[in-house]
């Protein structure tokens, strides 16, 4: 599993290359995670589990799911840190939730 984050930072007079701004200079938090599953097949279901309903609006949160080969690609932007906080810990626990259920009942097309 890989993951990066970047958080919001108001640069000083050198300036900072790590910032994540939009075009009104508010800063974001970023963050992303790359899960390997054994097939792409695999990856495709947790995607499709895990992506039912998008992020409410009010919370100023985005989430993207995509599947490249066999691996899960989550990104999260989110101008809030409790926010942001909020989504990433729930997915991660539905995240949990759905690695449990495939461990549980084998690979696509065992039963």
């Given at each position: 599993?890989?993951?990066?984050?970047?958080?919001?930072?108001?640069p000083?007079?050198?300036?900072d290359s790590?910032?994540?701004v939009?075009?009104?200079?508010?800063g974001?938090?970023?963050?992303?995670l790359?899960?390997?599953?054994?097939?792409?097949?695999?990856?495709?279901?947790?995607?499709?589990?895990?992506?039912?309903?998008?992020?409410?609006r009010?919370?100023g949160?985005?989430?993207?799911?995509?599947?490249?080969?066999?691996?899960?690609?989550?990104?999260?932007?989110?101008?809030?840190?409790?926010?942001?906080?909020?989504?990433?810990t729930?997915f991660?626990?539905?995240?949990?939730?759905?690695?449990?259920?495939?461990?549980?009942?084998?690979?696509?097309?065992?039963?």
């Amino acid at each position: 599993m890989e993951a990066s984050i970047q958080r919001p930072h108001h640069p000083g007079p050198g300036g900072d290359s790590n910032t994540t701004v939009d075009n009104h200079g508010r800063g974001f938090y970023d963050f992303s995670l790359s899960i390997p599953f054994p097939s792409s097949m695999e990856a495709e279901i947790a995607c499709r589990s895990l992506n039912p309903d998008p992020e409410p609006r009010r919370s100023g949160v985005q989430r993207e799911l995509t599947v490249i080969g066999n691996k899960l690609i989550l990104h999260w932007r989110a101008e809030e840190a409790r926010f942001f906080r909020a989504s990433v810990t729930t997915f991660l626990d539905y995240l949990a939730l759905v690695l449990q259920t495939m461990e549980r009942f084998g690979p696509p097309g065992s039963h």
